[in-house]
């Protein structure tokens, strides 16, 4: 079992920046895909952002390409989602996930295994 717990978020004023934490415990995540996901209230969750395993590819939806970086520290067991650039329409509960069943790079949603609980990104225009 993995256990991953998001931290970082909060209020922020539009063009302003936030990093989100997602640590885990349970297993060692340098084994598995990890990702970012968000749900705006009202709307399905969606992909975010993803990296590999080795931490070499990664991937990002269109709408935060540019603006947010998805990194890994292995040795602390932590993924982090970097956003900069901030809009409204990030506005969300920004949740982290692990794939165990894949080591590249994963979009989609049903290949993670693993969640967190979430953490509210709110952004004020």
């Known amino acids: 079992q993995v256990q991953l717990v998001e931290s970082g978020g909060g209020l922020v004023q539009a063009g302003g920046s936030l990093r989100l934490s997602c640590a885990a415990s349970?297993?060692?995540?340098?084994?598995?895909?990890m990702g970012w996901f968000r749900q705006a209230p009202g709307r399905e969750r969606v992909f975010v952002a993803t990296?590999?395993?080795?931490?070499?590819?990664?991937a990002y939806a269109d709408s935060v390409k540019g603006r947010f970086t998805i990194s890994r520290d292995n040795a602390k067991n932590t993924v982090y989602l970097q956003m900069n650039s901030l809009k409204p329409e990030d506005t969300a509960v920004y949740y982290c996930a692990a794939s165990i069943r894949r080591r590249t790079v994963v979009t989609e949603e049903t290949l993670y295994d693993y969640w967190g609980q979430g953490t509210q990104v709110t952004v004020s225009s």
């Open positions: 990296r590999s395993a080795s931490g070499v590819s990664t």
């Open positions: 349970g297993r060692t995540l340098s084994s598995y895909a």
